[in-house]
């Protein structure tokens, strides 16, 4: 069947990390002393379920403008699930009562960067939040049906040569806005775990 035709569930992300295998770790946690938490958001509203994005603002002084997860670097003592839940109410004013952690996307590591991401993947409870971005960080939030990012026109990969190497680069083409990068495989690996069509081992070196 096509996995497309077949609306998500909050009820079947929460079996698919249930079962899911172990997370694939980034050799760089052990070689830096703090690290980075993102949470992937989603909530359901009339029988489709939505994921919660954010266009940073133009005057960050890194990836500025550019569509990610809420997050941010881990603070002195935190853990990193806890990094997760204060970015989203820093950025968005997620409140973190609400979310309820299923599970993890692969940690990464991105090569523009001497972190490592922890991905936290949270269901939402009480349909649609009432979010408010931080104009500070924030320069719109996105919401996204699931539908929309798993056809076939909105996804695409490309071949990039990087430092000699050659990657694949994912993009998720939203009306107004493109989705690439690191956010983009991350997507792109939640969206195959959910569907049963992509497993772990293909985020830890982005």
């Not at 002393?33 to 009339?46: F, N, T």
Request: hydrophobic content about 40%.
């Amino acid at each position: 069947a096509d996995v497309a035709s077949q609306p998500v569930t909050l009820d079947q992300i929460r079996r698919a990390f249930a079962s899911a295998q172990p997370v694939v770790r980034s050799e760089r946690e052990h070689l830096v002393k703090r690290g980075s938490a993102v949470l992937v958001p989603l909530y359901e509203h009339e029988g489709e379920v939505y994921v919660v994005l954010t266009r940073r603002s133009p005057s960050l002084r890194v990836h500025s403008g550019e569509v990610s997860f809420p997050g941010g670097g881990q603070d002195p003592g935190e853990e990193l699930v806890d990094t997760a839940r204060r970015e989203a109410l820093e950025e968005v004013a997620l409140d973190p009562a609400t979310v309820e952690i299923v599970g993890e996307l692969d940690h990464l590591s991105t090569i523009t960067s001497d972190s490592f991401i922890v991905p936290y993947v949270g269901l939402l409870s009480g349909g649609r939040p009432e979010l408010r971005p931080n104009p500070g960080e924030v320069d719109a939030v996105l919401t996204v049906a699931l539908s929309e990012l798993m056809l076939p026109e909105v996804y695409r990969e490309e071949r990039w040569s990087i430092f000699g190497d050659h990657r694949s680069i994912f993009f998720f083409e939203l009306y107004g806005d493109t989705v690439w990068g690191a956010t983009a495989a991350m997507l792109r690996q939640f969206l195959g775990l959910v569907t049963g069509t992509l497993g772990r081992g293909e985020l830890a070196h982005l």
